[in-house]
């Protein structure tokens, strides 16, 4: 007898519908709708009311932020630093080889630090890297950014929806029918066989396409990199000249105006920096008001700077003269800066932000697929993926910085580094590792070990661990695990497996799996991987009793199958944050991605068929 659509599978497949049209239309924050789900479960008892935030307290969300403050502590200890002064021996300027090189590492990272923390903490050094062998950044970002999707299903260490699936598995085993056998859990390396094959089959497939599918474009932009200031900025924005002083005098209009009346006239500069009495500072912020004798940083071509002097009675200066150490290039000047998708400052216009004021930061210019937006900065409201073209001291951006709002692509001096404590990083990161291998301990309570240990002997500090953690991370993970706890115990799960199978009839086992990957990949395209894997885990596991399948293999294809993310550059934050570096457009995704997920598809299947049969 086959099973009804009670009214709580009704409510379970609204909480999952509204969950889905939430997380791709944007209208509410990931985060927001989250929680929202797991209020409405508690109060409508889906799941024991005590059980209702438990996820805040499970091993997946606790091991999750343990290896984000341990990704932290590798990056302050200088480890990526260390691994760029290593590509560029290795790969000795040949850009086939510096790709091959830069494609391993990555992946090797992969196995270790969760994407989207390892894209940020990758795109700086492969910036440098770009920039030392003069390779176009376009040909090395978006290779590096797939290789970290292959890679990441090779340990349960770094992929949040591996971490995921044991939580789902123990909740699938309470309500597993009588009879059936208990699903086991996923060690650490039980994936490591698959891991490792996507892994190589990424790096080889970008040694020997990435010329074919990612050729030189004749654009500008793309054929010159961060590392040349002078030049990549003027060709790519239009943001170029001279630095100049201008010092007001006791004649000019400008006197009694903010820096903001002075940007809206007529052939303004860029105003940098701002010196009134003895007080110097960068990125004046708009309600600045200029003062007889105050002496004015500006960027701008040499006839403007001229013409803009004459106009406003101002003295003009091309030596910086009283404004020259903080113009020093080893202390401050241009880089670029990716909006990540978890940044507070998405939906928010530059001028709502107050960098200056905040941070001591100029926006320049914003950046947008093909669009570059200079006029009216203030304006623009800000999306995931949009690079910001800044000028500040690099203490203060590195400052800035680290709340994670954005992610600095220019490789810019970093003050804060510790290598001193490169051996205490490495090692507790090591110990953390042998404690899940090797003993019975949760991974959550190995990884947690690891961590402390970092925060014990100084590789971090508290403060520093707080902003390692992305929170939105945590909170869409912790609180869409009781969605899955709820199609599990409602009989959801069970209910859509026997459609499934109503449908398909007497399909084989690879056409169902098939269908769970594939549909698992869809909806990762458009929703979070962990949000694909809370829904479509339950499903595939169902099916599998149903069918006779092992549930273990069913499982495992759904999750690995969540990062096969590779069409869209929505589809990832980390491809997200490449997209405006490298310059990618739609149509690149798709020409790379379309090849690269029918691969991988068809490897995750058939090494997981292989490893369980």
Same mark, same amino acid.
């Given at each position: 007898?086959?099973?009804?659509?009670?009214?709580e599978?009704?409510?379970v497949?609204?909480l999952?519908g509204?969950?889905?049209?939430?997380?791709?239309?944007?209208?509410i924050r990931?985060?927001?709708?989250a #929680?929202?789900?797991?209020v409405?479960?508690g109060?409508?008892?889906l799941i024991p009311?005590?059980?209702v935030?438990n996820g805040?307290?499970?091993?997946?969300?606790?091991a999750i932020?343990?290896?984000?403050?341990m990704?932290?502590?590798?990056?302050?200890?200088?480890v990526?630093?260390?691994t760029?002064?290593?590509?560029m021996?290795m790969a000795?300027?040949?850009?086939?080889? %510096?790709?091959?090189?830069i494609?391993?590492v990555t992946s090797?990272?992969s196995?270790?630090?969760?994407?989207?923390?390892?894209?940020?903490l990758m795109?700086?050094?492969?910036s440098?890297l770009?920039?030392?062998t003069?390779v176009?950044?376009s040909r =090395?970002?978006l290779?590096?950014?797939?290789?970290i =999707?292959?890679?990441?299903?090779?340990?349960l260490?770094?992929?949040s929806p591996?971490?995921?699936?044991n $939580? #789902?598995?123990?909740?699938?085993n309470?309500n597993?029918?009588?009879?059936a056998h208990?699903?086991?859990?996923?060690?650490?390396?039980?994936?490591t066989p698959?891991?490792?094959a996507?892994?190589?089959?990424?790096? %080889?497939?970008?040694? =020997?396409?990435?010329?074919?599918l990612?050729?030189?474009?004749?654009?500008?932009r793309?054929?010159?990199?961060?590392?040349?200031t @002078?030049?990549?900025?003027? $060709?790519?924005?239009?943001?170029g000249?001279?630095?100049?002083?201008?010092?007001?005098?006791?004649?000019s209009?400008l006197?009694?105006?903010s820096i903001? @009346?002075? @940007? &809206?006239l007529?052939?303004?500069?860029?105003? #940098?920096a701002?010196k009134?009495?003895t007080e110097?500072?960068?990125?004046?912020?708009?309600?600045?008001?200029i003062?007889?004798?105050s002496? #004015?940083?500006v960027?701008?071509?040499?006839?403007?700077?001229g013409?803009?002097?004459?106009?406003?009675?101002?003295?003009?200066s091309?030596?910086?003269? &009283?404004?020259?150490?903080?113009?020093?290039?080893s202390?401050?000047g241009?880089? @670029?800066?990716?909006i990540p998708p978890?940044?507070r400052f998405i939906?928010?216009?530059?001028?709502e /932000?107050?960098?200056?004021?905040?941070?001591?930061?100029?926006?320049?210019?914003?950046n947008r697929g093909?669009?570059?937006?200079r006029?009216?900065?203030?304006?623009?409201?800000?999306?995931?993926?949009?690079t910001?073209v800044l000028?500040?001291s690099w203490? $203060? /951006?590195?400052l800035?910085?680290e709340?994670?709002d954005?992610?600095?692509v220019?490789?810019?001096?970093?003050?804060?580094?510790?290598?001193?404590k490169?051996?205490?990083?490495?090692?507790f990161?090591?110990l953390?590792?042998?404690l899940?291998?090797f003993?019975?301990?949760d991974l959550s309570?190995?990884?947690?070990?690891?961590?402390?240990?970092?925060?014990l002997?100084?590789v971090l500090?508290m403060d520093e661990?707080y902003k390692?953690?992305?929170?939105?991370?945590?909170?869409?993970?912790?609180c869409?695990?009781?969605l899955?706890w709820s199609?599990d115990a409602?009989?959801?799960?069970?209910?859509?497996?026997?459609?499934?199978?109503?449908h398909?009839?007497?399909a084989s086992?690879y056409v169902? &799996?098939?269908? /769970?990957?594939? =549909?698992?990949?869809?909806?990762s395209?458009?929703?979070s991987?962990v949000?694909?894997t809370?829904m479509?885990?339950?499903?595939?596991?169902?099916?599998?009793v149903?069918t006779g399948?092992?549930p273990?293999?069913?499982a495992?294809i759904?999750?690995?199958?969540?990062s096969?993310?590779f069409l869209?550059?929505?589809?990832?934050?980390?491809l997200?944050?490449v997209?405006g570096?490298?310059?990618?457009r739609?149509? $690149?995704f /798709?020409r790379?991605?379309?090849?690269?997920?029918a691969?991988?598809?068809?490897i995750?299947l058939v090494?997981i068929?292989?490893?369980?049969r």
């Amino acid at each position: 007898m086959g099973l009804s659509l009670t009214p709580e599978m009704i409510l379970v497949l609204g909480l999952v519908g509204f969950t889905m049209l939430m997380l791709v239309l944007e209208w509410i924050r990931a985060d927001m709708v989250a #929680l929202l789900v797991v209020v409405v479960i508690g109060l409508t008892g889906l799941i024991p009311s005590d059980r209702v935030f438990n996820g805040f307290a499970g091993n997946a969300v606790i091991a999750i932020i343990a290896i984000m403050i341990m990704g932290a502590g590798l990056d302050r200890a200088g480890v990526l630093g260390l691994t760029a002064n290593f590509v560029m021996r290795m790969a000795r300027g040949v850009e086939s080889r %510096l790709g091959v090189v830069i494609n391993l590492v990555t992946s090797l990272f992969s196995a270790v630090i969760p994407s989207q923390a390892l894209a940020a903490l990758m795109i700086p050094v492969t910036s440098r890297l770009a920039a030392r062998t003069g390779v176009p950044l376009s040909r =090395l970002l978006l290779p590096m950014a797939f290789c970290i =999707l292959t890679a990441t299903n090779t340990t349960l260490i770094a992929n949040s929806p591996l971490i995921v699936l044991n $939580d #789902l598995i123990a909740s699938a085993n309470a309500n597993l029918p009588p009879g059936a056998h208990t699903i086991p859990k996923f060690g650490l390396f039980s994936v490591t066989p698959i891991g490792l094959a996507l892994a190589l089959f990424g790096v %080889l497939f970008f040694y =020997l396409f990435t010329s074919r599918l990612l050729p030189e474009r004749e654009d500008e932009r793309l054929k010159v990199t961060p590392g040349r200031t @002078e030049s990549y900025f003027a $060709d790519t924005y239009g943001i170029g000249g001279e630095t100049a002083e201008l010092t007001v005098t006791a004649e000019s209009p400008l006197v009694g105006m903010s820096i903001g @009346e002075v @940007e &809206q006239l007529y052939g303004a500069p860029l105003i #940098l920096a701002i010196k009134s009495g003895t007080e110097a500072r960068m990125a004046p912020p708009v309600d600045h008001v200029i003062w007889v004798g105050s002496v #004015l940083g500006v960027l701008g071509p040499r006839e403007q700077l001229g013409q803009f002097a004459n106009n406003q009675l101002c003295k003009l200066s091309p030596r910086m003269r &009283q404004l020259g150490e903080l113009f020093n290039p080893s202390r401050a000047g241009i880089s @670029e800066a990716v909006i990540p998708p978890s940044s507070r400052f998405i939906k928010q216009t530059v001028g709502e /932000l107050r960098l200056r004021k905040r941070h001591g930061i100029s926006v320049l210019a914003v950046n947008r697929g093909d669009q570059v937006f200079r006029d009216d900065v203030r304006a623009v409201s800000l999306r995931a993926g949009d690079t910001l073209v800044l000028h500040s001291s690099w203490r $203060d /951006l590195a400052l800035a910085s680290e709340d994670k709002d954005l992610v600095v692509v220019t490789d810019i001096p970093k003050e804060e580094q510790r290598p001193g404590k490169i051996w205490q990083a490495v090692g507790f990161f090591v110990l953390a590792k042998c404690l899940a291998l090797f003993t019975h301990l949760d991974l959550s309570v190995a990884m947690m070990t690891g961590a402390i240990g970092m925060l014990l002997t100084g590789v971090l500090n508290m403060d520093e661990a707080y902003k390692a953690i992305n929170w939105k991370t945590i909170f869409v993970t912790a609180c869409l695990i009781p969605l899955g706890w709820s199609m599990d115990a409602t009989g959801t799960a069970a209910w859509l497996a026997q459609e499934v199978l109503q449908h398909l009839g007497n399909a084989s086992p690879y056409v169902l &799996q098939l269908s /769970l990957a594939i =549909l698992t990949l869809l909806f990762s395209q458009v929703m979070s991987n962990v949000g694909a894997t809370v829904m479509m885990v339950p499903i595939a596991i169902s099916v599998a009793v149903a069918t006779g399948g092992n549930p273990s293999a069913y499982a495992l294809i759904v999750a690995v199958s969540s990062s096969n993310t590779f069409l869209l550059s929505s589809g990832h934050p980390a491809l997200m944050m490449v997209a405006g570096p490298g310059g990618y457009r739609g149509k $690149d995704f /798709l020409r790379v991605g379309l090849p690269l997920t029918a691969m991988v598809l068809l490897i995750t299947l058939v090494a997981i068929n292989l490893m369980f049969r």
